[in-house]
């Protein structure tokens, strides 16, 4: 999913409606959990000065209690408040070195 940063800043709306500007939602043709994860994030309307997430905010607003029956798993989303301390402290695997033969044969080289 599209990442917009922090949506209680400018920047992060700014971002949000720059990618609405030719998209109707969030992901795909129609309104989703994705949609919903955002518009949860976002708080409330936007100012007027972004009209792309403005439209998009009433359009989902209008579903009401509605959202919650909407297709699709509702994504967490990450805010770019705070650094992503855990993607740094995971400890790197170790690369496998099984080697899948795809054809079939029992030789090894």
Known sequence: MVTFGNLK????VKA???FLSDRSYIEGYSASQSDVAVFEALGSAPAASYPHALRWYHQLASYGSDKTSLPGVKPVLESSAAPPAAAAAAPAEEEDDDDVDL???DDDE
């Not at 800043?9 to 992060?12: I, K, N, Y």
């Open 16 to 18: 949000l409606n720059d």
């Open 103 to 105: 054809f079939g044969s």
């Open 9 to 12: 800043q400018s920047a992060g």
